[in-house]
């Protein structure tokens, strides 16, 4: 991490309007201090990661039009992605010629508990049921059950 966070913005970021929300801000933190590109998906409504460029693509109107507890939701699972490929290399070639949509059910699934894992590190306070509810059935149940156990 040799640049400082506004020169970072300024050259890894594509300009959108991050919401300034403090908890929104340390995912923002995060992805700098990971050495993270964070560019405007081209995916119709679709939010994901490039671990070949170490770059989030994201969904741009919903940075504007979504509630915070989906972009804090959405974005905590691409830096588990991020998390989970560093720790996990073999992720890269499972996932290098997939579509996006053909991602195996494990890798979507441990993202979303590395990403719960990091709200919490982070001291963001949304809830377990907060996190899930924007979750699509079946994952939802299956995440919610296993954060759910852990927080027992």
Do not use: C
């Not at 409504?45 to 919903?62: C, G, H, K, N, V």
């Not at 924007?134 to 156990?149: D, E, H, K």
């Amino acid at each position: 991490m040799n640049l400082s966070k506004e020169q970072w913005l300024a050259t890894q970021t594509d300009p959108m309007d991050w919401p300034r929300n403090e908890y929104f801000q340390r995912l923002l933190d995060t992805a700098w201090q990971n050495n993270l590109a964070l560019r405007s998906s081209k995916i119709h409504e679709l939010w994901y990661y490039r671990p070949d460029s170490r770059t989030i693509f994201a969904w741009e109107p919903d940075l504007t039009r979504e509630p915070l507890a989906y972009l804090l939701t959405v974005f905590a699972h691409e830096l588990g992605h991020v998390r989970d490929f560093d720790r996990n290399p073999e992720f890269v070639a499972t996932t290098k010629n997939l579509h996006y949509s053909n991602v195996p059910w494990e890798i979507e699934y441990s993202a979303f508990l590395s990403g719960f894992q990091l709200l919490q590190e982070l001291a963001i306070p949304l809830s377990v049921e907060n996190y899930t509810f924007f979750i699509a059935p079946p994952m939802q149940q299956q995440v919610l059950t296993a954060l759910s156990t852990r927080s027992a």
